[in-house]
């Protein structure tokens, strides 16, 4: 670059200019991009009288947390009316069985598949790539059954161990891909040190994957907590997740709709993970990116 | 000693995996192939109906819902996939200006970690006739403004090709970023010394030596089309009337709407094909690349 500066001294200018068209573009397209959440956070503070003179990007004339407040202890989701505190409380206590589960299960088995001689390893890998792309539906009713025969078809136990299982194939993937570049002589000197398999996955491989965990968590994290289809197929009455309770919400509506509230409702779903992606935005990309390709 | 644990215990170890992998993956897309050729109504009936094998595929090609959810895979998939190409535009100049990179990438991959349903909720309230856009323009003096779409069955597959481009761009050019990221800085240089206008480095240099990552997009978009199912069901539930229908919808309405497990079985099947016919391309694509070592795989 700076041997074409030299050589073109009137270049730097030319750049200047195209610097702010891009800037500018890229400033536009940003604005575009943020007009939902910005709708959003301005309809849920507005009062009801407000919304209804239609003009939906005008800011709040006076602001009112009566509709967050509405949304969080009183909406109706169905019969109840307890607000979505109940499917705020649902889902954390969904995720947290469904985050150890699943990342456990993978864990132990992309270890085992990329440091211990496995002669079987080749095949179940290529299976598992296939079945990170299975559609849901294809394995959705005999999942159903297997749950009902387990006896947990209806509980939160349903729901995380569904996540595990669907989970397992990417999640696999991954970390096989981040434990193979661990050089084997290290695993060769542990195991002549009487490392078993489990002391060298305690010792060596749990100190060395804070990284590739962050990355896993954040993916699971977002995708547990947004997830609709599993919690509505496998959840019971009182063990719905906060995106079906919010779903049941704004179609469910009879009398006059509240769109405060629904706003106020979907920002609150939306909070949790949106906290998540810009407090740890780099890992995030990291792990839709290692979600995505799995080569 | 060592040796012998070192055989033993992965193999347990993988126990678990292996056990989900034949049960919850193999298992029950077998039994769901199984029960696509029985005419299992609300509980499952597992004798194959050998006069007529094939009469749950007939119903559903002779289903007009079916048909408009294919029509729609297809329209869903031409329409989001501008996602891509808005994804490759976002990340040249990203890449270009380097300066507010984490910013911009930023902004534009939100949507991605927030939940569909809420993304329908945002969408619909801007598509909404009385109070939305079209309320905000004609308050502007454009009286003629309508964006009532959701309503009309003839727009509403558009609007959700809309939302679907704004949630999922900012993936596109996430990874397209990342590709722009690989290629070497001196091919800008020498092209610049050449002459060459910028236009035509993109069009004859860059995206040629991205096909790959294109080809990789276009195959994860079309997985992804082929599975949505949350984004129409936030922002139509399927309707007008059946306009909205995507296969991944007609599948678990079969299921639980209209209680009909072998129709159902049989729609899930058909996508299970449509997901295999994409998903070839990529093992090949996989293949070819591992080949092709040299360049070192980004992801």
Request: aromatic share 14%; with cysteine; charged share 10%.
């Amino acid at each position: 670059m700076t041997d074409a500066t030299v050589m073109y001294p009137r270049k730097p200018k030319r750049i200047k200019g195209r610097s702010i068209a891009i800037i500018v573009f890229l400033t536009m397209a940003a604005m575009f991009f943020c007009v939902p959440l910005y709708v959003l956070i301005v309809t849920s503070f507005k009062e009801m009288d407000q919304i209804r003179e239609g003009a939906m990007f005008s800011l709040p004339t006076t602001w009112t947390l009566e509709a967050w407040h509405f949304a969080w202890f009183e909406a109706c989701s169905g019969l109840s009316c307890s607000g979505l505190k109940t499917g705020f409380w649902n889902s954390v206590v969904i995720l947290i069985p469904s985050l150890i589960a699943s990342i456990a299960l993978s864990m132990v088995t992309g270890y085992a598949l990329a440091l211990w001689d496995v002669k079987w390893a080749g095949p179940f890998l290529f299976i598992l790539f296939l079945c990170a792309f299975v559609p849901f539906q294809i394995i959705m009713y005999p999942l159903i059954r297997l749950t009902v025969t387990m006896g947990i078809y209806g509980s939160i136990t349903a729901i995380a161990f569904v996540h595990t299982v669907l989970a397992m194939p990417v999640l696999t993937l991954i970390f096989r891909n981040f434990y193979k570049d661990i050089p084997p002589e290290l695993i060769k000197a542990a195991i002549m040190d009487s490392g078993s398999f489990w002391r060298i996955f305690v010792e060596i491989i749990l100190p060395m994957s804070g990284n590739i965990l962050i990355v896993v968590l954040i993916l699971q994290i977002t995708s547990i907590w947004n997830d609709y289809l599993i919690g509505v197929t496998f959840g019971g009455l009182g063990t719905k997740p906060m995106t079906v309770h919010l779903a049941n919400m704004v179609t469910v509506s009879t009398g006059t709709v509240s769109y405060n509230v629904n706003m106020a409702a979907a920002l609150l779903t939306a909070i949790p993970p949106l906290v998540i992606y810009f407090v740890l935005g780099k890992f995030f990309v990291q792990g839709i990116a290692a979600g995505a390709i799995k080569g | 000693m060592a040796l012998r644990w070192s055989r033993v215990t992965p193999q347990i170890a993988l126990l678990p995996s292996v056990g989900v992998t034949l049960v919850a993956f193999l298992g029950a897309i077998g039994w769901t192939i199984y029960m696509s050729f029985t005419r299992s109504r609300r509980l499952p009936e597992y004798e194959i109906d050998w006069e007529n094998p094939f009469r749950q595929f007939n119903r559903l090609f002779n289903d007009a819902g079916w048909q408009i959810s294919l029509q729609n895979l297809i329209v869903l998939a031409l329409g989001s996939g501008l996602a891509i190409v808005v994804g490759f535009i976002l990340a040249a100049m990203i890449e270009r200006e380097r300066r507010g990179e984490d910013f911009f990438r930023t902004v534009f991959l939100y949507p991605l970690a927030v939940s569909l349903i809420v993304t329908g909720v945002a969408w619909r309230w801007i598509f909404n006739p009385q109070y939305g856009i079209e309320a905000f323009l004609k308050g502007l003096g454009w009286e003629g403004a309508s964006f009532n779409w959701l309503s009309d069955p003839s727009t509403a597959m558009y609007a959700i090709i809309i939302a679907a481009i704004w949630q999922s761009s900012g993936f596109y050019m996430a990874l397209m970023l990342a590709g722009l990221k690989g290629i070497n800085t001196e091919i800008w240089s020498a092209a610049r010394i050449d002459g060459v206008s910028l236009w035509r480095v993109y069009l004859e240099i860059i995206i040629p030596m991205m096909k790959f990552t294109f080809l990789t997009c276009a195959i994860l978009l079309s997985l992804g089309v082929i599975k949505a199912f949350d984004i129409v069901l936030a922002m139509t539930n399927g309707g007008p009337g059946q306009s909205t229908w995507v296969p991944a919808y007609y599948t678990i309405n079969a299921m639980s709407a209209k209680g009909n497990l072998g129709l159902a079985s049989a729609a899930a099947v058909l996508m299970l094909l449509i997901t295999l016919a994409v998903f070839l391309p990529l093992v090949a694509l996989t293949a070819w690349q591992q080949r092709q070592a040299g360049k070192g795989d980004a992801a």
